[in-house]
């Protein structure tokens, strides 16, 4: 998977040289570019942005050079992945759809994503409009809360996607098992999790998991989930009762 991201912060993506991610790149898996959005930009300054139309506070990034930034990306992209290859072109802002694992899914399976965070209140509206005429132009929201930039929210995002890369994750792991993978388990947190001791400060591991009854192992698991999602996501539940409780579910 080909990966561009454009930024006045291009620094800000150094975390995705270490772990997971720069074993992915190392490996050919993820090939992650990134740009400066001010090398676009032409006065002396290199200015990215103006004041809003209509009033109000803060700035808005222009047009012009993003035009510019994404245009010359694209063509970079094809130069290497063929003369009609186009992006799926991402934007991070609160007021976008909301990432989830399935959207993250979804994106595994997109051979070039284009992430273009915003600073300040965000990007002149008539960029996504632009390039929503020829590719799939996302806004997406990572959460209901304001950051001061996308670039934490693009980090969040590679990495959620690189994982679901075949030969990302060791094969001791299976995305499958995620929670809020679909499943058994979709809709669902994960429950407690232990390992060794047996006793740490007191404090014992459930007797069921040292049993060695995988059936007891598993429901326990699952009843442990429910209880978890029910006191922290009731919400969840809501929708698992129409799609995934099963006939022993209902006495949690
Ligand atoms: C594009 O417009 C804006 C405006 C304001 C801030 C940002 C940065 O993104 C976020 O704050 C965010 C992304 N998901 N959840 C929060 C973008």
Same mark, same amino acid.
């Given at each position: 998977?080909?990966?561009? *991201?454009?930024? *006045?912060?291009?620094?800000?993506?150094?975390? &995705?040289?270490?772990?997971?991610?720069?074993?992915?790149?190392?490996? $050919?898996?993820?090939?992650?570019?990134?740009?400066?959005?001010?090398?676009?930009?032409? %006065?002396?300054?290199?200015? @990215?942005?103006?004041?809003?139309?209509? $009033?109000?506070?803060?700035?808005?990034?222009?047009?012009?050079?993003?035009?510019?930034?994404?245009?010359?990306? *694209?063509?970079?992209? +094809?130069?290497?992945?063929?003369?009609?290859?186009?992006?799926?072109? /991402?934007?991070? =802002?609160?007021?976008?759809?909301?990432?989830?694992?399935?959207?993250?899914?979804?994106?595994?399976?997109?051979?070039?994503?284009?992430?273009?965070?915003? +600073?300040?209140?965000?990007?002149?509206?008539?960029? /996504?409009?632009?390039?929503?005429?020829?590719?799939?132009? !996302?806004?997406?929201? *990572?959460?209901?809360? /304001? &950051?001061? $930039?996308?670039?934490?929210?693009?980090? @969040?995002? @590679?990495?959620?996607?690189?994982?679901?890369?075949? $030969?990302?994750?060791?094969?001791?792991?299976?995305?499958? %098992?995620?929670?809020?993978?679909?499943?058994?388990?979709?809709?669902? &947190?994960?429950?407690? @999790?232990? =390992?060794?001791?047996?006793?740490?400060?007191?404090?014992?591991?459930?007797?069921? &998991?040292?049993?060695?009854?995988?059936?007891?192992?598993?429901?326990?698991?699952? !009843?442990?989930?429910?209880?978890? =999602?029910?006191?922290?996501?009731?919400?969840? /539940?809501?929708?698992?009762?129409? %799609?995934?409780?099963?006939?022993?579910?209902?006495?949690?």
């Amino acid at each position: 998977m080909r990966v561009d *991201i454009i930024s *006045i912060f291009p620094e800000y993506f150094a975390p &995705l040289d270490v772990s997971l991610m720069g074993k992915a790149r190392e490996r $050919g898996i993820l090939d992650i570019h990134l740009h400066q959005l001010r090398d676009w930009t032409h %006065d002396v300054h290199k200015t @990215v942005d103006d004041t809003p139309y209509g $009033g109000g506070p803060g700035m808005v990034m222009k047009p012009e050079v993003w035009g510019e930034a994404v245009d010359a990306v *694209i063509e970079g992209g +094809r130069a290497a992945r063929g003369a009609d290859a186009l992006p799926r072109l /991402v934007v991070p =802002t609160p007021s976008g759809r909301p990432f989830t694992q399935e959207v993250a899914l979804e994106y595994a399976e997109e051979p070039w994503l284009l992430f273009a965070p915003a +600073r300040y209140e965000g990007i002149d509206s008539r960029v /996504v409009a632009e390039y929503g005429e020829r590719l799939r132009a !996302d806004e997406v929201s *990572i959460g209901d809360y /304001v &950051l001061a $930039g996308g670039e934490a929210a693009v980090l @969040v995002m @590679v990495e959620a996607v690189g994982r679901l890369l075949p $030969g990302v994750l060791g094969n001791a792991r299976s995305v499958a %098992d995620d929670s809020f993978a679909p499943g058994a388990m979709a809709n669902l &947190l994960e429950g407690p @999790v232990y =390992t060794k001791p047996p006793v740490w400060r007191g404090h014992e591991v459930p007797e069921v &998991l040292l049993s060695g009854h995988h059936g007891r192992i598993a429901r326990w698991r699952r !009843d442990e989930a429910l209880r978890r =999602t029910l006191d922290r996501r009731p919400e969840l /539940v809501a929708r698992l009762d129409r %799609d995934g409780l099963d006939k022993h579910d209902r006495r949690v």
